[in-house]
Each structure stands twice: as structure tokens, then as C-alpha cells.
């Protein structure tokens, strides 16, 4: 069965369940990867993603340094790490204890949650559109937690205990963390901050919980294969030391040491198109360990939904003609979910001179 759109996405088996005590000949062939050359190949350990710091943003006297480097780490990597970001520890804490508690339940209490067909909300896996797709080594809840009336219930797990609670209060701070840093992005760019983070006071928030198991066969799955988010930002927290994440850059792939306290930002194609493409969406991926379990909580950041998704009218001159097209917020999902989501389908589609 092949399903109508992305917004379908086809049950599979729960990693977690299937990497119990596997040996590594019992690896299902969906998961193998042949259709991708080296897995270890092009990694370039030896490049570092950028390190920024949000305490010297907000202080006026470092700000103009700080300012450059964003500048530089939005065009030239798409990502970078974030150091005091002002979220506080607490709530890091228990976000990440709470998505631990709930890979740790019983599959059963997990099932509870599991996407209903026609949602990506839920315990499941996104993007399985045919029963022949090779499948990515990981397991996923996914959760629309800002704004409010956007939340799905059902899908909102009740145990662990306090869950529920952890996350309003996670994705409160993640918002205001984006509205802020969004204001720096457009401030590099020589644009005030509102011109880029007015539109995130009432936008959507999406969290995504990864859990990647080991696995005995490392070299020949992925845990998440190679995308760029179709976010404005993403907000990725480690819940534990495995690394795992890894960007594009200059034709290699470099791993993310977890940093702790830091959280891995990367810009996503609404975030190249509000800059008229200046900064880049960054591709990524993840890679699992043989030996150890991963945990991430991915926070994706989109605009409000009664406004429009297009560059920066302050960006536009006659030097810098406009790239990408002005569209709704609907026509933007709907040109990702339903016609173009193979590789750079959707930014093609949105150039400035593209037909349709
Ligand atoms: C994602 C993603 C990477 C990770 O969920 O879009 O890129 O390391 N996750 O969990
Ligand atoms: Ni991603």
C-alpha cells in the first residue's frame, strides 16, 4: 500500500522493541542501508561546528561580535551550538527525564499514543510512505505543543507522571527562547529584530522526541536519513552524551559533540527563505551507536498561521533581488506535504522564477 501524502505516515515496527538482544545478522533488510555508499565516509571530525553565546547577544557591549559570528554561522553552516540559552536547568531536567521515563515504558502504555492514519501526531515514525521504503533506525513521538488550541490530547501521554505539565512548560521557554534569537538573526542581517521574530510570538511549536537504540550493525543503518527541516529554526536537546547528529558542510559530515548545557540550533527552509536566502538551511542527519542508546527532543519553530512565509521586505533591493516567492502559510505545507518533498523540491518550487 502506498499512502496519498506525508501527512500518512505507514505504521512499522517499534526500533526499541526490534533492537532487544538482536544479533547483528537479525537485522531486518528494511533497515539496512545499501542504498546509501559509506556511512563512515566524508566525516571530517576535525571541522567544529560554531559555538555561540547567548548571554553575550543580549549584553550590549559583547553584542556586535556576537552579532558577527551569528551572522556567519546562519550563512555559512546553517547550525551551530548555543550556550546560555536561559532555559532554565530545571526545566531542561525534567524535559529530558520525562522523554527518558516514556521510551522506558512498556510498549503496551507506549501504544496508547500510537499516529493514527491521516496524523503525524503520536508514537510512531513521519515520512513512511511505501512498504518497500528503507526505514530509519529510530522511534518517535510527535507532539504539536504551541500554540494551545493546536495541542492533540490524545497523543499527549499521561504517564509518565507529570509529562504533560513538562512539556507546556518546555515549550513556553522554547518560544521565548526563538522569538529572542530570531531577533538576533534578523539584527545580523542589518534588520531590526522584529522583522523576523513578530511572527513567532504566536507561532507553531512542534516537538519531536527521537529515541535511536543501539544497534549491532552501526555502519549499515541510520537513525534519521539526510534532510533539512522545513522549520525556521530547530532546537535539538541531547538527553544524554551519545553524539549522533550530523551537518553538511563543504561535501562532509560533521558530528555534534554534545556540550552540556548547550543546545544544537539549525536553520530550516523557512529560516533561508525569510533571509532571502543569505543563511542556509542546513543538511543533517544522525547516525546510532553499537552500543549505546541515544535520546533527543527536537523542537521545530514555524511562523503564525495567518501570516505570510517570504524574505524580508528590508532585504530586497536592487542589488539583492528577491529569491523566493511570498505564499501563505497553507500554501507552504501544503506544497511540502502533498507535491514537494524529494530534495530541494520545495525551495525550487518557491524560487522567485519558478512556474508553479
Ligand atoms: C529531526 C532531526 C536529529 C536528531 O528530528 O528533524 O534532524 O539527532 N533529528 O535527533
Ligand atoms: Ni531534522
Known sequence: MAVPNLYWSLPVPSVQELARDIPSTLVPRR??????????????????????????????????????????????????????????????KNMKKQSRDFFDLPSQQKRRYTQKLGSLQGYGQAFVVSEEQKLDWNDMIFLHALPIKDRD?????????????????????????????????????GLEAHEFSENFQQGQYHVRMNCYPSCPLPEKVIGISPHSDISAITFLLECNDTPGIQFQ?????????????????????????????????????????????????????????????????GLITQENPVLYKTVSHADYFHRFYYQKHVGDQLIDSLKADASQ
Open 31 to 92: 533497515y539496512i542501508r545499501d542504498d546509501v555508499s559509506d556511512l563512515t565516509a566524508s566525516i571530517n571530525p576535525s571541522l567544529i561546528i560554531p559555538l555561540l553565546n547567548m548571554a553575550d547577544l543580549i549584553n550590549s557591549e559583547s553584542r556586535d561580535a556576537e552579532l558577527q559570528k551569528l551572522f556567519f554561522a546562519c550563512r555559512d553552516w546553517g547550525a551551530f551550538q548555543l550556550i546560555n540559552h536561559g532555559i532554565p536547568d530545571e526545566i531542561i
Open 249 to 313: 558542510k563543504d561535501g562532509y559530515w560533521v558530528p555534534v559533540e554534545p556540550i552540556s548545557g548547550a543546545i544544537t540550533v539549525n536553520i530550516g527552509r523557512i529560516g533561508q527563505i525569510i533571509s532571502n536566502g543569505v543563511y542556509h538551511s542546513a543538511e543533517h542527519r544522525a547516525i546510532v551507536n553499537k552500543l549505546k542508546e541515544r535520546l533527543s527532543i527536537v523542537t521545530f519553530c514555524y511562523p503564525n498561521e495567518n501570516g505570510e512565509i517570504g524574505p524580508a521586505r
Open 153 to 189: 490530547l490524545n497523543f499527549w501521554p499521561e504517564e509518565p507522571q507529570g509529562f504533560r505539565e513538562t512539556l507546556d512548560s518546555y515549550s513556553i521557554e522554547v518560544r521565548r527562547l526563538a522569538v529572542s534569537l530570531l531577533g538576533f538573526m534578523a539584527m545580523a542581517l
